[in-house]
């Protein structure tokens, strides 16, 4: 949870999601116990810890600057185009042909045609109720692109294929529990599956990143076209920018286009072509990150953050360098986060192999 943390927030939003419900679910059939409840919040505040760099940063930022969040949608799977993926074993940026795979597909189904041979409810038949619930959810089959849906908190997740995480743990859940509770085992054919699935996985991953310019999210950008690919194209241009109180972007108004882009991790070097007494420059300033502004070799001391770079320049060509240090607490919260991760990692190695 601490990695998800650290890597994705809706991702996080839907594993805490799914956490509460199946442990109020356990709550409400009495199966719950105060060793279960301790255990579960002290995995929480180990969680929290191990992504504490990321979380204090993302409530830093979002809490002094006013951004333009991304828009609320919940895009469903379309199953036509979601099989056809499976059987070409293809992987592509679009939400409607998310899919968890050949296999993993073959799985669910092996447990739907178990559930109708059942003759009584098991552990594995609930998990595998939950996994065919949650499947169907994700699909075009059940609509939930209704407005009161969409523009409640549910409506982050904006693409239901993101679900296909949780489908895929309790898919393993419920396969290993009927297996288990079966007494089947076949380790002949465990390894068979188990290197069919590798070589699908990895044959569908080269051919998406052998694939260039073949769908309208990734770009194979260079310093020559960056600028102009995130400033115009129509995926994520928008998301986090700085927006006035009417959600309107700032530096969509900027007057002064950027040249000559060349970046690292924390720099910006470009060229601006000045023609107005104030130069705004396409480059959002955020409150809560040091900046350092060089304009000519120049240090610029005086400047606003929370909002987009704005400088008086004379009317002629400008070189300007742009530096984002980390404070203090930034080297602290990550100090924290590789910590916790360290003990946490050693703490379960030693209950693997000690005890």
Known sequence: MGMI???????LFLMVLFLVVLEFSRLILKKITW????????????????????????IKISELNHLYMPEKKL??????????SVLNNTIQDKSG?????????????????????????????????VTVFLFVLTTTWIPLQKPWIVNSIFGNIQFL????????????????????QNRMRNDLMLIFVSVLLLLMGIGSVSQFHWKKNDDPVRYYVNNQNLVLTSHTEGHGYRDY??????????????????????GTGNTATFTVDVNYERATIPINLYKNVEYQIYVDGKKIKQF????????????????????????????????????????????????????
């Open 75 to 84: 895009e469903p799977i379309i199953v036509s185009e979601m099989v056809t």
């Open 97 to 129: 042909e998310f899919n968890i795979g050949l296999i993993g597909l073959g799985i669910l189904l092996f447990l739907v045609v178990q559930l109708f041979r059942s003759q009584k409810m098991q552990r594995w038949s609930i998990w595998s109720l």
């Open 5 to 11: 943390a650290n890597s994705h927030v809706i991702s």
């Open 304 to 355: 606003k953050c929370a909002k987009i770079l704005s400088l008086s320049l004379s009317r002629r060509n400008h070189k300007i360098k742009l530096i984002a240090k980390a404070g203090l607490s930034e080297y602290i919260t990550m100090l924290i986060s590789v910590v916790s991760m360290v003990i946490c990692s050693g703490l379960l190695l030693r209950r693997r192999y000690i005890h």
């Open 35 to 58: 060793q279960e409840i301790i255990n579960f919040v002290i995995a929480g505040g180990l969680a929290v810890l191990i992504g504490f760099y990321s979380i204090t940063n993302i």
């Open 241 to 262: 920018a700085l927006a006035n109180p009417k959600g309107k972007i700032l530096y969509l108004y900027a007057n002064t286009p950027i040249k000559n882009y060349k």
């Open 161 to 180: 294929g993101r679900m296909l995480s949780l489908i895929v743990l309790s898919l393993v859940v419920a396969i290993t529990l009927y297996l288990n």
